[in-house]
């Protein structure tokens, strides 16, 4: 449980960052629009992007890539970030009571 509300947190956090690039984004471009999550992984690093097409397409399965990976591309990418950050953190389930040592 502690590794989902960890993931949880970590996926927060590159929303955060994400919405970060997504404001300068908005910036350069002069009117506020939401950053593709494909987009983002291709200004961060390209080659990557480039890599595991090749890698999904070649070794796992071609037609993954085209419907599949493309729609997930397309998407957002800082409330993208956020939902799955936030099911994660929930899925993770809330603070344990501690058990106390002593009782009166």
Avoid: N
């Avoid at 080659?47 to 890698?55: E, F, K, R, S």
């Avoid at 970030?81 to 993770?92: C, I, K, R, T």
């Amino acid at each position: 449980m502690r590794t989902l509300r960890a993931l949880g947190w970590l996926l927060i956090g590159l929303a955060i960052m994400a919405a970060g690039m997504e404001a300068l984004y908005a910036l350069e471009r002069g009117a506020l629009d939401w950053m593709p999550f494909g987009l983002l992984w291709y200004r961060l690093s390209p080659d990557t992007l480039g890599l595991a097409q090749a890698a999904i397409q070649r070794h796992v399965w071609a037609p993954l890539w085209d419907p599949g990976m493309i729609w997930l591309l397309r998407l957002p990418a800082s409330p993208s970030f956020l939902v799955a950050g936030l099911a994660l953190w929930a899925a993770g389930g809330g603070r344990r009571e501690r058990r106390r040592r002593f009782r009166r």
